[in-house]
């Protein structure tokens, strides 16, 4: 009988896609999707360590599979991701859960086949993370799962050391891939019938200046968007330090590109973006926002935004709600500030105390609800462009995003699912809308 595997997935988008490698890697291998956990023969954890809440989360899984594992010892827990990378963290793991079989790190998951072989052979548990990053191993067999979407990673790491943020730590440094493998891998994905595409990277400006390529981010992206074909053009993260106006005209020539910007700007007030080492001021942040609209007066921005950072005071966080109500986003991430050891920040004075960070978010999550929900009443008759990625059995309609992210709803006899529809807005419905279906091609 073939063997199953099961993934569990933590964090951002970057480690979303890099479980798509680890399916391509065990489907290498023989093994099938499991349903779930109780039907599977390996389950791999793929980590994120980002706040302390996302470490839980997957300490909780992990300690619930116990039982599990004595009932079935042939099954094959992995652990791998950014937690894994964090110092010390592979021996924590390892008292606390000795059931745990492998550990690797999001600095080696393409050594995942190797340890899996190992550990089939040895009784011993197989623990090995690597330290510091290495050349950039070009890994072609992904298993995608999201399609008409395709996530393509153009750099990895990040050289920025925001003072709160440990993914400097546990990414290591940046490393750009050749503008030629990107763009081959866009134009295979294109060809396979993908209708959107998202460059990621922790940092897409800096695209580049580890000195792989002369080529900046400006330049691939026009180089991208250059493929021919019929799809949507993202890309995630901008850092505002060195978002720029080659960008934005590199998406004025090509209509494929969204129009829609994540410029994560943080914080509101001058004094904690310095202490949080962002290099940029607020002034700065909102006049490349002016500039973004004044080439496109409908440009849509969402951003990240971290309260209760030691220090803080409520007029800072007031700057930030101002702040907030200027940009007029689409929406935000909200996050509380969480210390993560090895951080500038968690060595800081003035922690601010839980109850004062949850009244902060609270209120920030409304004023960002308010501003998602004022715009979704704008959408109410207008026609807009979805691309249908989905359908809702239970709603018994067809789902899908406009090129601003907006989810949209709407009912149709044929399977849409990779194409691009018009739909007539009839409800919005908080950040939903909902629509008939008018063209599709
Ligand atoms: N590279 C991206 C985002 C990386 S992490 C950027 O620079 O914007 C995603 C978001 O998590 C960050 O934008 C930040 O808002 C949040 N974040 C990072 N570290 C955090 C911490 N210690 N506590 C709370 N939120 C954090
Ligand atoms: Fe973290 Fe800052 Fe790098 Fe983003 S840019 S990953 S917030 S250190
Ligand atoms: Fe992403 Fe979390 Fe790692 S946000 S880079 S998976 S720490």
């Given at each position: ?34 349903q ?18 996302a470490?839980?989360?997957a ?53 995942l ?21 290495g ?86 992206l ?13 890309f ?95 929406s ?25 960070q ?22 109410l ?22 090129e ?38």
């Open positions: 009988m073939q063997e199953k595997y099961y993934i569990v997935t933590y964090g951002c988008q970057m480690n979303v896609h890099e479980s798509e490698k680890i399916a391509g890697i065990l489907r290498g291998m023989g093994y099938t999707e499991a779930g956990t109780e039907d599977a023969d390996i389950i791999v954890f793929n980590t994120c360590c980002i706040r302390e809440n470490e839980n989360h300490f909780g899984n992990i300690g619930a599979l116990k039982k599990l594992k004595k009932q079935k010892p042939h099954l094959l827990i992995a652990v791998g991701g950014c937690m894994t990378q964090e110092k010390g963290k592979t021996e924590v793991l390892r008292k606390k859960f000795p059931f745990i079989d492998i550990m690797f790190g999001a600095l080696n998951l393409e050594e086949e190797g340890l899996i072989v190992r550990k089939k052979n040895q009784k011993k548990k197989v623990i090995e993370v690597r330290e510091k990053e050349e950039i191993v070009e890994f072609t067999g992904a298993y995608r799962t999201s399609y008409p979407n395709a996530w393509v990673n153009i750099m990895y790491g990040c050289n920025n050391f925001c003072s709160y943020c440990i993914v400097p730590y546990v990414r290591g440094r940046e490393r750009s891939r050749k503008p030629e493998h990107i763009l081959n891998e866009v134009r295979e994905l294109v060809a396979e019938g993908y209708k959107e595409i998202t460059l990621l990277g922790q940092n897409v400006n800096s695209y580049g200046s580890d000195g792989t390529t002369n080529v900046t981010f400006a330049e691939l026009d180089q991208v968007a250059s493929i021919e074909g019929n799809f949507r053009l993202r995630m993260t901008s850092h505002p330090k060195d978002f720029n106006e080659d960008i934005v005209k590199v998406m004025q020539k090509h209509r494929k590109i969204c129009r829609l910007v994540h410029l994560p700007v943080q914080s509101g007030s001058n004094e904690i973006l310095k202490a949080m080492n962002r290099r940029y001021t607020r002034e700065k942040y909102l006049s490349e926002i002016e500039m973004l609209r004044e080439y496109f007066p409908e440009a849509e921005v969402t951003t990240d935004i971290i309260v209760g950072f030691p220090g803080e005071t409520e007029e800072q966080y007031l700057e930030t709600e101002a702040l907030v109500k200027e940009v007029d986003y689409a935000a991430f909200t996050f509380v500030y969480s210390p993560r050891s090895g951080t500038k920040a968690a060595e800081m004075e003035n922690q601010i105390p839980e109850e004062v949850k009244d902060r978010i609270m209120r920030l999550v409304e004023l960002v609800n308010s501003l998602t929900r004022k715009k979704s009443e704008k959408y008759g207008k026609t807009v462009e979805i691309l249908c990625e989905d359908y809702d059995g239970k709603k018994d309609l067809y789902l899908g995003r406009d601003f992210g907006r989810m949209g709803y709407f009912k149709s006899e044929k399977d849409r699912v990779g194409q691009f529809v018009q739909i007539k807005i009839t409800k919005a419905n908080g950040i939903s809308l909902y629509g008939e279906l008018i063209e599709a091609k």
